[in-house]
C-alpha cells in the first residue's frame, strides 16, 4: 500500500493519478473492459475543504455540489443505489425499518465523544453478492481526537480518474455536516482505495487531459 499525506484534495487526485499512469498493471473487469489498476492507496489529506477539485477533473463545482448533496440529504439520481440509501437509510436483512446510520453516528459522538464505534456501511451480504452493481464506497468511520473530528473512508474499487474527485468532495462535505452537528472542528479526511484503477480505454479524452 502507497501512503500519502496530502494538504488538499486537489493535491491527492494529482498524486493518484501519476501514481496509475506510472506504475500500472492492465486488468480486464468481469465486464471486459480494460483497466489500469495499481496498488492500493491511502491518502491522509490535512485541509480537506479547501482547493477540493482539481482542473483537471471531469467533476468541476456544479457537479460536485450536486454530488455531495444527493449523498448527504438524498436523491439518487438514477442510480441503482446511491451511497445516500445505504448510509441514511440502510436496511437491514431482518426487514427492520430503515436506519440513519449518519444520524446515528452524530448521535453516538455527542455522547461518547472517543468512541471508536462511529462507523456506517454499505454492504448488504444478503443481497450484493449476486448482483452486478453494488457500492465501490464500503465503510466509513468518524473519530473525535485532539478536539477534531477525523474521517476514515475505505472503497473496495475507485475508478481514480472520473470518481475520486466527486468522491473525496462529496465525502468531506459529509464530514462538514457530521462535524457541525457534533459541534467539533473538522479534522484530518483519510481515503483508502483497496483496487484504484482507471479505465483507459473508455475515457482516453478524459485520461489524455493528465498525461
Same mark, same amino acid.
Given at each position: 500500500?502507497?501512503?500519502? *499525506?496530502?494538504?488538499?484534495?486537489?493535491?491527492?487526485?494529482?498524486?493518484?493519478?501519476?501514481?496509475?499512469?506510472?506504475?500500472?498493471?492492465?486488468?480486464?473487469?468481469?465486464?471486459g473492459?480494460?483497466?489500469?489498476?495499481?496498488?492500493?492507496?491511502?491518502?491522509?489529506?490535512?485541509?480537506?475543504?479547501?482547493?477540493?477539485?482539481?482542473?483537471?477533473?471531469?467533476?468541476?463545482?456544479?457537479?460536485?455540489?450536486?454530488?455531495?448533496?444527493?449523498?448527504?440529504?438524498?436523491?439518487? /439520481?438514477?442510480?441503482?443505489?446511491?451511497?445516500?440509501?445505504?448510509?441514511?437509510?440502510?436496511?437491514? *436483512?431482518?426487514?427492520?425499518?430503515?436506519?440513519?446510520?449518519?444520524?446515528?453516528?452524530?448521535?453516538?459522538l455527542?455522547?461518547?465523544?472517543?468512541?471508536?464505534? *462511529?462507523?456506517?456501511?454499505?454492504?448488504?451480504?444478503?443481497?450484493?453478492?449476486?448482483?452486478?452493481?453494488?457500492?465501490?464506497?464500503?465503510?466509513?468511520?468518524?473519530?473525535?481526537?485532539?478536539?477534531?473530528l477525523?474521517?476514515?473512508?475505505?472503497?473496495?474499487?475507485?475508478?481514480?480518474?472520473?470518481?475520486? /474527485?466527486?468522491?473525496?468532495? /462529496?465525502?468531506?462535505?459529509?464530514?462538514?455536516f457530521?462535524?457541525?452537528?457534533?459541534?467539533?472542528?473538522? /479534522?484530518?479526511?483519510?481515503?483508502? *482505495?483497496?483496487?484504484?484503477?482507471?479505465?483507459?480505454?473508455?475515457?482516453?479524452?478524459?485520461?489524455?487531459?493528465?498525461?
Amino acid at each position: 500500500m502507497e501512503l500519502f *499525506a496530502c494538504k488538499t484534495i486537489s493535491q491527492a487526485h494529482e498524486k493518484a493519478i501519476r501514481q496509475i499512469i506510472w506504475k500500472h498493471r492492465v486488468i480486464t473487469t468481469e465486464d471486459g473492459e480494460e483497466t489500469w489498476e495499481t496498488d492500493p492507496l491511502c491518502f491522509e489529506i490535512s485541509d480537506p475543504m479547501n482547493d477540493m477539485i482539481h482542473p483537471s477533473s471531469s467533476f468541476q463545482e456544479n457537479r460536485c455540489q450536486e454530488y455531495a448533496r444527493q449523498l448527504i440529504h438524498g436523491d439518487g /439520481g438514477g442510480f441503482d443505489y446511491s451511497y445516500n440509501e445505504r448510509l441514511r437509510h440502510y436496511v437491514a *436483512a431482518d426487514g427492520s425499518a430503515p436506519r440513519d446510520q449518519i444520524g446515528y453516528v452524530i448521535q453516538k459522538l455527542k455522547k461518547e465523544p472517543d468512541s471508536r464505534r *462511529a462507523v456506517a456501511i454499505t454492504w448488504r451480504p444478503e443481497g450484493d453478492w449476486d448482483v452486478t452493481n453494488v457500492p465501490c464506497l464500503q465503510f466509513v468511520q468518524y473519530a473525535i481526537r485532539n478536539g477534531k473530528l477525523h474521517c476514515y473512508v475505505l472503497f473496495r474499487s475507485e475508478d481514480i480518474l472520473s470518481a475520486f /474527485g466527486p468522491n473525496c468532495y /462529496g465525502l468531506c462535505k459529509l464530514q462538514e455536516f457530521v462535524s457541525e452537528a457534533c459541534n467539533i472542528p473538522m /479534522g484530518t479526511y483519510n481515503h483508502i *482505495a483497496t483496487i484504484p484503477h482507471l479505465y483507459n480505454k473508455r475515457d482516453r479524452s478524459e485520461l489524455d487531459r493528465w498525461m
